[in-house]
């Protein structure tokens, strides 16, 4: 029997070579990797919610009513769809905090200082132009809360790039420093004397607030941040820059060695994140409060590396992410009401999802079937 | 538990009757009973202001026709108008009493314009007839002259003559709790001075322990508090073996031999009263305000450790304060800075609007607002 | 007494009270990253110690056996961290804040019905009793866990110099390659050291609970966990210097309320960041770029 014959041989290379080669199973590798990027979150989310429900079963409350009225108070009819829209606006940008920089391998967890610090900005900023059209004093109030946010996450940049400290303690440092400040300017320097029982600033006044989309009764913060995520997916995957961040991030060395400027992508990532961040603390400002004050630090930074996790730093997963966490926090006050749980429920179940989530990141590659099929 | 019997036929009924009625409450829900909402900014077991609000809202459980939601550590954003919203939305509700101070403006204003048949009603003194809308309103408890008696006491009480103070932050109605205190204790001796010490929040476990050590260890022997929990600042105070007077709600448990007395909310009769008239449909008060002398404030029992003399004396002035009018800020007073701030001649009592803008620290205390 | 002893005399005696919770978590710390892992979630092992320290100590009278639960309850959640983060591709900064997250809401859950009763608390030894001054004794009044903790960082700094074990963990934590190479069980040792150090984390907020504020609520711990992280590379894992540092930051707490009984309150907001504000400081004074931290264990996530 001739096993190598030399016929046998042109043909296999011919084969090989050919068009056909490419099975039809292989060109649904792409569609297959989405898959996997879409089922194991799910996947997770699903045990996080069984583990929950043995959590509920436990304490005797029913588990099918808990949801139910997760889904009521989120998703269930308008009023809980705009709560939870609501929620998830400021999410949006201060998730983009964390995930931006993340593209870089960093940790930025201090996304809370910049919301405050950018929040007082832009209500410092409205005050000298008191009286000009809205259209500037908002575009004043946005410009100097981008910017202080940005300077006060560029810093954590900047220490990092050019003194080695690490961006996730030093980040979290000053979100408390800024926390510190924030509540001396407020109560201080800028307090305004006729907010006696809860010290804020002067008030922007009504005809400078920034009013709800229409139909709706969500505000602006919403819009801004879909347009940042979409606006920083295409900066991330679609740009020099943005792969520049990515090849810095998957081996800083090798980086360097191409001569990218990684210290100054630090520095730009880091303040692009907190300027997402200090938008959103302006944003607050001009459509909820009117002026800065202690119910500002209302935890969103927090929120945010939360999402930006289950979001595995996409921006595009950021958003429905946000929903996922603003609509449990929306239901959250629903739930407590109805079946007489603390609030710190909704803690419990974002924590068993976090952590399920996270612990999914292990299954990636993992499984066979989602993997390329080699020809060979 | 209130929602037993609630079955998922008529979530889902709600659910639509809601999304139908739009803004309307979702009456079906509860058809027959009164549903009443109230929101706290902390939690209710607090030993303090919240629970203060908890243990009206208690009372007002156990009257016949009413359905009562609780919420608590309701944040003072957005969240306490989507609070609201849902109360009135999903559950029907049609009396709501958002309990802490930076819940009024904005965010029970916006509520209040969009949903004009609902009643709210919130615990502060700042609704302005003609500014605000009519289907919002504020009830009021002065419980400054409470500070009062409990300074007087403790003038009784303190050896050193010191007197220390925890307070959160230094705006008006604390300043004038700090300020009622000291003034009642040097109506017995004209020496005695008050320690203040700021903690910059409303609730701040460690530094309120803090604080009470750092007073003690002034050779400080009686304290009392402006914190939203009281708990921490009283048990610290116990276990250091002096004295202290209490603060929205009866701390005697946690203080059970240095406890003298303390100032606490009564809003059981409060609420109870809106709550009546809703029931009966009569039109709800727009301002409610009081004191000592209209039972919105109580002084708790005196501990074991009250000396005679002192409980004469408070009683008296108590006696003195229940037929109205008694004024504790009169002048000449000075601040402790050397100013005059309220002029010879000249008494406010404490309803008085003057006083809702104090920013001094009177003669006798020793710290700073700022 | 004059203004500056009675300060002396105050921030010792914070000093001595807030650190504690410090020294605890930061040893713990200390331990788990010298074996190559930061565990960030010891601030939820501090609040679920707590917790679980007032509510045991509550309902069974006994405070020790309080304090057991609690170092049992932050070891069960250094499990879950250490279990997770062994499996490939978990990144362990992300799994610390998720930790961080659930023990926490699992502390406010059950912890509810413990915020109104008191329970009883641990003894304090009266260190104090030599002095006439109220003052003095009272800040002299110092907890057992006080001892115990510098005992555990005596013994630790021990350990890694003297002992196989200690040099095992440094070996974990310094190259895998090299532990590989040595045939060590580097994931049972990082297991271990995870676990044993989210049981130190409770422990500290055990004390939280019942020494000092000696109380159970939502506002218990202030990030002091968080902070305890930055307190380990300001004391370059080295388990003394957690000690010296951890005396320093509880100064530096008690620095705001003891300035104010002097009469210095303006700004009393930044004082109460001056904690967060040395520890920058101390990291910048610190670290230079190109030359790592000394004594960083070289498995750890934070070098990039």
């Known amino acids: 029997m001739v096993v190598f014959s030399a016929v046998a041989d042109r043909d296999a290379e011919a084969y090989v070579q050919s068009p056909a080669a490419e099975s039809a199973l292989d060109r649904s590798y792409p569609l297959r990797r989405a898959l996997e990027a879409l089922l194991v979150p799910l996947m997770a989310l699903v045990l996080a919610a069984g583990a929950f429900s043995l959590f509920l079963l436990f304490l005797e409350k029913s588990p099918v009513d808990f949801f139910a009225l997760v889904w009521r108070g989120a998703f269930g009819n308008w009023f809980s769809f705009q709560n939870t829209l609501q929620r998830a606006a400021p999410l949006l940008l201060t998730a983009l905090c964390v995930a931006l920089p993340a593209h870089l391998g960093l940790v930025v967890i201090g996304g809370e200082g910049a919301v405050v610090l950018g929040g007082l900005a832009g209500a410092a900023a409205a005050l000298p132009f008191l009286g000009a059209p809205p259209v500037i004093v908002q575009l004043a109030m946005g410009l100097a809360g981008v910017m202080a946010g940005a300077a006060w996450i560029g810093l954590a940049g900047w220490l990092r790039a050019r003194r080695g400290i690490n961006e996730t303690i030093s980040s979290l440092l000053l979100a408390y420093v800024a926390l510190a400040v924030f509540n001396h300017i407020v109560e201080g320097p800028l307090r305004d004397p006729l907010s006696l029982n809860k010290p804020s600033t002067a008030p922007i006044g009504d005809v400078n607030m920034l009013a709800t989309l229409p139909g709706t009764d969500v505000h602006p913060g919403l819009a801004f941040g879909i347009i940042a995520c979409l606006a920083f997916w295409v900066l991330i995957y679609r740009t020099s820059f943005g792969f520049s961040c990515c090849v810095t991030g998957g081996n800083i060395r090798a980086a360097k060695l191409q001569g990218l400027p990684v210290a100054r992508l630090i520095i730009i990532a880091c303040a692009l994140g907190g300027a997402c961040a200090g938008l959103a603390g302006v944003i607050e400002v001009a459509a909820v409060h009117g002026n800065a004050n202690a119910s500002l630090a209302a935890g969103y930074g927090y929120s945010g590396i939360l999402i930006a996790f289950l979001a595995r730093h996409n921006p595009l997963a950021i958003m429905p992410m946000a929903l996922l966490v603003g609509g449990i926090t929306a239901s959250g006050g629903l739930v407590q009401r109805r079946l007489n749980v603390p609030d710190a429920t909704v803690l419990v179940l974002q924590g068993m999802i976090f952590l399920s989530i996270l612990t999914s990141e292990t299954f990636y590659g993992r499984m066979r079937w989602f993997q390329p099929r080699g020809a060979v | ?370 | ?304």
């Not at chain 2, 809308?133 to 009830?139: I, Q, V």
Request: glycine content about 12%; charged content about 15%.
């Open chain 3, 1 to 304: 007494m004059d203004q500056f002893s009675t300060v002396a005399v105050a921030l010792l005696a914070g000093s001595l009270r807030v650190s504690t919770p410090f020294l605890f978590v930061s040893i713990g710390e200390c331990l788990t990253e010298k074996a190559g892992r930061i565990n960030l979630g010891n601030e939820g092992a501090l609040v679920l110690g707590a917790m679980l320290a007032y509510a045991t100590s509550y309902e069974t009278g006994s405070p020790w056996l309080g304090l057991l639960a609690a170092m049992l309850g932050g070891a069960a959640l250094g499990a879950i961290h250490g279990a997770v983060c062994g499996l490939a591709r978990v990144n362990d900064i992300a799994m610390g804040i998720a930790v961080m997250l659930g023990g926490t809401g699992i502390a406010f859950f059950f912890g509810k019905p413990y915020v109104q009763p008191s329970a009883p608390l641990l003894p304090t030894i009266p260190l104090g009793f030599w002095s006439d001054a109220s003052q003095v004794r009272s800040a002299l009044d110092v907890s057992p866990l006080f001892f115990l903790g510098i005992g555990l960082a005596l013994a630790l700094a021990w350990i890694f110099r003297n002992t196989r074990a200690g040099l095992k963990v440094r070996i974990v934590g310094d190259s895998a390659d090299a532990a590989k190479a040595m045939g060590l069980p580097i994931g049972r040792i990082r297991l271990l050291s995870t676990v044993i150090g989210s049981g130190l984390a409770g422990t500290g907020g055990a004390f939280l609970s019942l020494c000092y504020p000696a109380s159970w609520n939502e506002g218990l711990s202030s990030g002091q966990g968080l902070v305890a992280v930055a307190l380990v590379v300001f004391a370059r894992w080295n388990p003394l210097n957690c000690i010296y540092a951890a005396l320093l930051f509880g100064a530096a707490g008690a620095l705001g309320p003891s300035l104010q009984t002097i009469g210095i309150s303006k700004g009393y907001y930044l004082f109460y960041a001056a904690p967060y504000v040395l520890t920058l400081v101390m990291m910048i004074l610190t670290v230079t770029p190109g030359r790592s931290l000394r004594g960083m264990p070289g498995e750890l996530s934070l070098v990039r």
């Open chain 2, 1 to 370: 538990m209130a929602f037993d019997g609630f079955s998922r036929r008529k979530l889902l009924e709600g659910t639509a009757a809601a999304a139908v009625a739009g803004t309307l409450p979702a009456q079906l829900a509860f058809a027959k009973d009164l549903v009443v909402g109230f929101i706290y900014v902390g939690p209710k077991d607090d030993y303090g202001y919240n629970q203060a609000h908890a243990e009206g809202a208690a009372i007002v459980k156990s009257m016949s026709g009413i359905k009562v939601l609780e919420e608590e550590k309701v944040a003072e954003t957005l969240d306490v108008q989507k609070t609201m919203q849902s109360m009135i939305e999903l559950d029907g509700a049609t009396l709501l009493f958002p309990t802490s101070f930076g819940y009024f403006d904005p965010h029970m204003l916006r509520v209040a314009e969009k949903y004009p048949k609902i009643e709210f009603r919130h615990c502060g003194g700042l609704w302005t007839k003609g500014k605000h809308p009519a289907n919002t309103g504020s009830y009021f408890g002065y419980i400054g002259l409470g500070q009062y008696l409990n300074g007087i006491v403790a003038g009784h009480v303190s050896k050193t003559k010191k007197l220390g103070f925890v307070a959160a932050k230094p705006i008006p109605q604390v300043l004038q709790n700090v300020n009622s205190f000291t003034l009642g204790a040097r109506t017995v001796d004209p020496s005695i001075t008050t320690q203040v010490i700021f903690t910059g929040e409303w609730s701040l476990p460690v530094k309120e322990a803090e604080a009470a050590n750092s007073l003690a260890d002034q050779g400080i022997d009686v304290i009392t508090v402006h914190v939203d929990g009281p708990k921490v600042a009283m048990e610290t105070a116990e276990r250091r073996g002096i004295y202290c007077c209490g603060y929205h709600a009866n701390q005697q448990k946690l203080a059970p031999k240095g406890y003298l007395t303390g100032a606490e909310w009564n809003w059981a009769s409060v609420y109870r009263s809106f709550v009546e008239k809703a029931q009966k449909g009569e039109p709800l008060p727009n301002f409610v305000r009081g004191g000592l002398a209209e039972g919105f404030v109580k002084m708790s029992p005196y501990g074991p450790a009250v000396p005679e003399a002192a409980r004469k004396q408070a009683d008296a002035v108590k006696a003195q304060i229940l037929k109205g009018g008694y004024s504790v800020f009169k002048g000449p007073l000075k601040d402790n800075r050397g100013r005059e701030v309220v002029a010879s001649g000249k008494a406010f009592v404490e309803t008085a609007i003057e006083l809702e803008s104090m920013d001094y620290l009177v003669e006798g205390v020793v710290g700073s607002t700022a």
